[in-house]
């Protein structure tokens, strides 16, 4: 058996905000969704393929206090996409964990953008090459893991 990620799902506590933030930051498009009554839901996705649903069930902000999802990371294929998020990101005025693109390690090729949704939630847009001359935050620890 060989398993993929199907898609993810998260708890928000605004959907129309949530809605508005993944699809302006990281340019998903929506694909179907409830946004009136009780239950409000939406699935997100790209080519047409679910890649994250939004669910409104949520009060408060993202705990990293607690067990469960560490943070979120989106692939995208070099550092010049990173780049065009980060400019995305900057006129929507988020939240940042490191300010900018920073390598994953001393040393690393790979690298990205470390940023929180508007619910908290932590979310990573890495590059698997390009940020050989980026900062490391962490030294020689993975950036990815300690913010």
Request: aromatic residues 10%.
């Amino acid at each position: 058996m060989q398993l993929a990620t199907g898609h993810i799902g998260l708890n928000v506590s605004d959907l129309p905000r949530s809605l508005d933030f993944y699809r302006r930051a990281l340019g998903f498009e929506q694909l179907s969704a409830e946004t009136d009554g009780a239950e409000r839901w939406a699935f997100l996705g790209a080519d047409g393929k679910l890649v994250l649903t939004l669910w409104q069930q949520s009060d408060g902000e993202f705990s990293t206090a607690t067990p469960g999802l560490h943070h979120l990371s989106f692939q995208v294929a070099d550092i010049d996409e990173v780049r065009s998020v980060e400019s995305a990101l900057r006129e929507l005025g988020v939240r940042w964990v490191h300010d900018g693109v920073v390598a994953h390690g001393e040393g690393a090729a790979s690298g990205g953008l470390f940023f929180t949704d508007p619910d908290g939630i932590r979310l990573e847009v890495y590059a698997p090459t390009g940020a050989e001359n980026a900062p490391a935050p962490s030294g020689s620890a993975p950036t990815c893991g300690f913010f």
